[in-house]
């Protein structure tokens, strides 16, 4: 692999929407994906793929096998970002599977299977591309509006695809040989621990509930501390039982209270009303619910010694995903060879090879995220790890076009 050549292209990547903190803003189908998106296809066409944009606004870049009977395997990632996010999540691997592409080609290497690199559309706003191509959709929910303000059909055809002819996108069970994703880490495990690759055994379920906790409001100068049915301080008291339940028992699960408000909001009022969010994850799906019941039955606990009612209204559901045991053998045997040390760990963020993993055997590769830092401006990954990364996708391109799935 030519790492220099790599790093190189991620750096110009960068430029794409660069804010002055150094990270980029590129939301989905906003001037600065399409850039990106048009970068990509030209380094696609250099590297002699045969680049398509499907019905979805996915980009492909193709190259044919020695076996037009045999299924694609498929490898890559996406380009957009989050609002002032960094300068790899997502561009590692997609760039990487070019190269990837590139230097088999420069090479003279053939392989029996067709081999497609992916970019993904939107997959910062909920892994659009690839559920487009994976599961049905319906026009509402397609409505949904991206961060760009721009509807979903919208900015499929702001990618020159069309929302009309969605199935002929569609990849279904069989379809596909097997599907491949590098990305960075997004935590500090690898970097903490001087591991060079993460093999990933799966990306993990969420499940995220809006909390309504109703008290009473009422004058903060003349009620009692005793007589106040205070629905902030019962939220103070399960944002912290919420901690304490997910930590209990040992494990990966995170549960986390990201977003609370309290009504009226005056400070002369005892809050009345709070409104919050629950978000679990975890690569067991059974135990996230576990954790949710106790979290239920705590709730009505701290409810009762002030007067105060829990309501729950689940408003996300990812099941999680398990990467296969195959993919993520033949992963760890391409790091192996090149002398790499390894790690098993489950993907904490959701990817687009969870959507894969409906339809192929799927697999991930993790490099270290300096700090663990993600999702900012300060997000970095080494460019030796980079080019780690994509020798190991190499490896593992190369092994699962060998092999035969029982």
Known sequence: M?????????????EFGKNPAGGVTRLAYSDADLAARA??????REAKLDVVVDAAGNIFGRRAGSDAHERPVIFGSHVDSVPDGGNYDGNVGTLAAIEVARTLGEQGVATRHPLWVACWQNEEGGTWGSHLVTAETTPAERATVARSGTSIDEGIRV????????ATARLHPGD???????????????????????????????????????????????????????????AARFTEMVNRV?????????????????????PNVVPGKVTCTLELRDLDDRKIQRLYDVI????????????????????????????DERVHALIGASARTLGLTTMSLPSGAGHDAQNLARICPMGMIFIPSVAGISHSPREFSRAADITNGANVLLGAVLAMDAVAWS
């Open 39 to 44: 970068c990509t296809m030209r380094l696609m």
């Open 159 to 166: 990618l020159g695809g069309d929302p009309a002819r969605l």
């Open 2 to 14: 030519n790492g220099e050549r790599l790093n190189g292209w991620l750096a110009a990547m960068s």
């Open 246 to 266: 997910v930590t209990a028992e040992p494990g990966r699960q995170v549960g986390t209270v990201g977003r609370i408000q309290a009504f009226p909001g005056a």
């Open 176 to 234: 596909v040989h097997g599907y491949l994703e590098l990305h960075i880490e997004q935590g500090g495990i690898l970097d903490r621990d001087h591991v060079d690759i993460g093999v990933v055994e799966g990306i993990v379920g969420l499940r995220e509930w809006d909390v309504t906790i109703e008290g009473f409001a009422n004058h903060a100068g003349t009620t009692p501390m005793s007589e106040r049915r205070d629905a902030l301080l019962a």
């Open 296 to 323: 239920v039955v705590e709730s009505r606990q701290i409810g009762a010694r002030n007067g105060t009612t829990f309501g729950f209204h689940e408003f996300v559901t990812h099941e999680s995903a398990r990467c």
